[in-house]
């Protein structure tokens, strides 16, 4: 655990070395990219400001997570449990992965305002595919060997769902997820780039266009800094979730 | 020969399966082709009642479809079969099966995978899982209760997955090469512990070991040829299990050996 603190703490020293080294070798021109120090230094004070549209933000992409795995989830298991409804529905879905999510943002602010209906729903879609589509593939590839086993067991079709194909989909989901959460962020930055009174995004476009490149990369490290995180917190839950994924894995490795 | 098992009968068919408790399985009229190729045709096998039928042949020759058949496992054009039993009732529901790959749930521990039947059917947990751990204790997995299969080693599994088969009580136990992935001397062991615990069930063994056909078998057919055809069983003297060196095992399992590789077994062959 230490050694893995150390090694995240490397890692970030040597970018921000880096960061440094380009402004350096770019002729420490400020409006172009300005220094870690300077950002770091703007951040500070600038915190009341950007810490309000932090918060936005990611509330915006908390809520996108939380509604996008519940639907892509419950999707996943109507698509995988009615047939009628994967006869129908299947096609439909994967046409519309077809569509890029960012071309719908427009139209998403037009319907659901400048506000956070508008981000959530933008993050929403973007997590929904991933989880939608990893789960019911989880759930499409159980073992046949256990569903044999469960039907010489005299299991119900429930039963089978929720004591076998479910958790026999987990890591799939897991998956899923960790691609989701990746994605998260840009869902909300891209609804808030496209209209928006608040957040980071907002704050990114406003500072840009107004020369303000430190407060614009104070933002975008704020961004980062949460998106990392959020990642390994949805990480080591997953791997909490699904324990027996890395033991399988050791055994067969 | 008494049974060994210390752990009594349970659930709402072991009443009703009591009086027939062992029951002997025909399959009859069995075919199978894939892709064109007649693999058998007009098949017929018995599982007498409470006796232990061990099934060899050459991998390929379709021995482990004639057990799916047994077990309703086979759906499809490609194979069918008449299966029945010697009491007369459909067999579905009196069956329990042994795959040959492990088939235990990765995510469960031990005890939950030897209690899933009781939780699929949803049975009250309780009982079951007090039953499950007797089990485990009798299969010498007492104090690995909540391990999960992948801390646990390959003979471990097997254990395992022989201690959910006793689990689901049924009278007829399917097993398709158990033990084809243990080393030797595990295997052995636990051919040991299956004869003990089988003991007085219908068993069918569908391996392609030749000594474990003779350790555990009653009867012991060989399926060879193509269309597949079987011969008139063997019959090891003695109860199993037999010692893996007793005389009378190796001396049948030269004349396996002679069936498996197809060579002509009839008498009064060209002398040296």
Known sequence: ???RV??????????????????????????????????????????????????????????????GTALGVASALALVSWAPVRRWLMPVLVVSQAVPVFALAPLLVLWLGYGLASKVAMATLIIYFPVASAFL????????????????????????????????????????????????PIGAVVGEWVGSSAGLGYLMLHANARMQID????????????????????????RRLVPWQRETEAHDG | MSSASVVPPHGPDAAAADPGRTVGVRLSDAALQYGGVRLFDGLALTLPAGRTTALLGPSGVGKSTLLRLIAGLEAGDHARATVTCDDGRPLTGRVAYLAQRDSLLPW??????????????????????????ALLAEVGLGDRLTARPGTLSGGMRQRVALARALMEDRPVILMDEPFSALDFLTRLRLQDLTARLLAGRTVLLVTHDPLEALRLGDAVHVLHGRPATLDAPLTPPGAPPREAVDPAVLALQAEVLRRLTGEDHAGGGGAP
């Open chain 1, 1 to 3: 655990m230490m050694a």
């Open chain 2, 108 to 133: 469960a521990g031990a005890l939950d995978n030897v209690a899933l039947g009781a939780r699929l059917r949803g049975e009250p947990m309780g009982p079951a899982r007090a039953r499950a751990a």
């Open chain 1, 137 to 184: 593939d989880g759930l499409r590839r159980t073992d046949p060997l256990w569903l044999e086993q469960a039907r010489v067991m005299n299991a119900g079709r429930w039963a089978t769902l929720r004591h076998i194909r479910i958790p026999a989909a987990l890591p799939a989901l897991a998956s899923g997820l960790r691609v989701a959460t990746a994605v998260a």
């Open chain 1, 6 to 67: 150390g090694r995240i703490g490397v890692t970030v020293a040597g970018l921000l070395a880096l960061w440094h080294l380009a402004y350096v070798l770019n002729g420490r021109r400020d409006y172009l990219l300005p220094s870690p120090a300077q950002t770091l230094e703007t951040a500070w004070r600038r915190l009341d400001t950007l810490w309000g549209h932090a918060l936005v933000t990611y509330g915006e992409i908390l809520l996108g997570l939380a509604l």
């Open chain 1, 215 to 238: 407060l614009m990369f104070a933002a975008l490290a704020l961004l980062a800094v949460f998106a990392v995180l959020l990642y390994f917190v949805v990480d080591a839950t997953m």
